[in-house]
């Protein structure tokens, strides 16, 4: 089959070292071999937020960080939300494929709700997967490199395209999501490293502030380091880390830090991720000056012909 890979991040904050392994080195691997789209989700920022926030800002500093870290917009269509209207007409037909009780369940929306600091839930957050839905089907996309938190929306995609097709006729194929190196890494907290929630290490950091969020990270009393997922969550993911960046495991680096404690566990977590970086935050600081912003304007574009070729076809199977 011909796949076509669609992903996307909400303009919330830079790209961290989650992102990198959960989705971003897959999706540098993957634009050599199929069509690719990738989306800045700004209209899901308000799913968790009363604000859009720094909106722009943040939609640079994502564009920056795709470049950094290899993405080619020759190779791949950069678009977002806000510019395709299409996507919001095909979330109508797709909301009365799911029940509320499905949208009611999903996991890592209940996460999220944990998570947000808002008063009340407002509809979005219990429909945004349905517009995802819409996302990765505006383009038949049907491989979507993802990290774990995002399991729950593809099964809520894969519904609507089965749903749809039983009810309308064969129009969508059913995407499955692809996972990276680490589809959970965990922040410096020990909870899933986030953008929003303050215990992520961004890709754009500088190695001071690299080495000052690692100082910050929390382990525990034990001297002797060990890779023990179950018993020691933190140390295990600091290791996880580690052994990330330099391509080794976690259990031998354990090993070789021995009864160096958390001290010497931090300063390889800090050498590891800064040498990592170092490639992708010096090419991040030579694109900083120029204009990336047309590369949105060029990909709005295609993005959009493709979304108003699949409205169509929709609206026809359903007889609009
Ligand atoms: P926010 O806190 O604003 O929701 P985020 O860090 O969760 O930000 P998203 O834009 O929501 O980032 O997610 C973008 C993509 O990165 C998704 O595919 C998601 O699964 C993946 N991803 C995010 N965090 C991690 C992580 N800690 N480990 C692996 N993959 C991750
Ligand atoms: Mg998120």
Do not use: W
């Amino acid at each position: 089959m011909n796949d076509v890979v669609l992903t996307g991040d909400r303009p919330t904050g830079p790209l961290h070292l989650g992102h990198y392994f959960g989705s971003l080195a897959n999706r540098v691997r993957l634009q050599d071999l199929h069509p690719m789209y990738v989306l800045i989700a700004d209209y899901q920022v308000i799913t968790d937020r009363d604000l859009p926030g720094e909106i722009r800002r943040y939609t640079t500093e994502l564009l920056l960080d795709y470049l950094a870290v290899g993405l080619d917009p020759a190779k791949v269509t950069i678009f977002q939300h806000s510019a395709i209207p299409e996507l919001n007409q095909l979330l109508l037909p797709f909301l009365s494929l799911v029940s509320v009780a499905e949208l009611r369940r999903n996991p890592t929306v209940k996460d999220e709700i944990a998570h947000s600091s808002q008063s009340a839930v407002n509809g979005l957050m219990f429909t945004y997967p349905v517009h995802q839905a819409a996302d990765i089907l505006f383009c038949k996309g049907t491989l979507v490199p993802v990290g774990k938190d995002q399991l729950p929306h593809l099964e809520v995609a894969r519904l609507v395209a089965r749903r749809f097709n039983e009810r309308y006729g064969e129009v969508f194929p059913l995407p499955e999501a692809m996972m990276g190196a680490q589809p959970l890494l965990r922040g410096l907290d020990g909870g899933k490293m986030s953008k929003s929630r303050g215990n992520a290490i961004a890709l754009s950091a500088t190695e001071d502030e690299t080495a000052a969020l690692i100082r910050k990270a929390r382990t525990d009393a034990e001297r002797l380091i060990t890779f023990d997922e179950e018993r020691r969550p933190e140390v295990a993911n600091l290791l996880t880390l580690a052994g990330l960046c330099l391509g080794r495991g976690p259990a031998e680096l354990a090993g070789e830090i021995g009864d160096g404690g958390a001290v010497t566990l931090k300063r390889v977590v800090t050498e590891a991720v800064n040498e990592f970086l170092r490639p992708i935050r010096k090419r991040r600081a030579e694109l900083a000056g120029g204009d990336v912003r047309r590369i949105l304007a060029e990909g709005n574009e295609r993005a959009r012909e493709r979304a108003v070729r699949t409205l169509e076809e929709v609206q026809a199977a359903m007889g609009f």
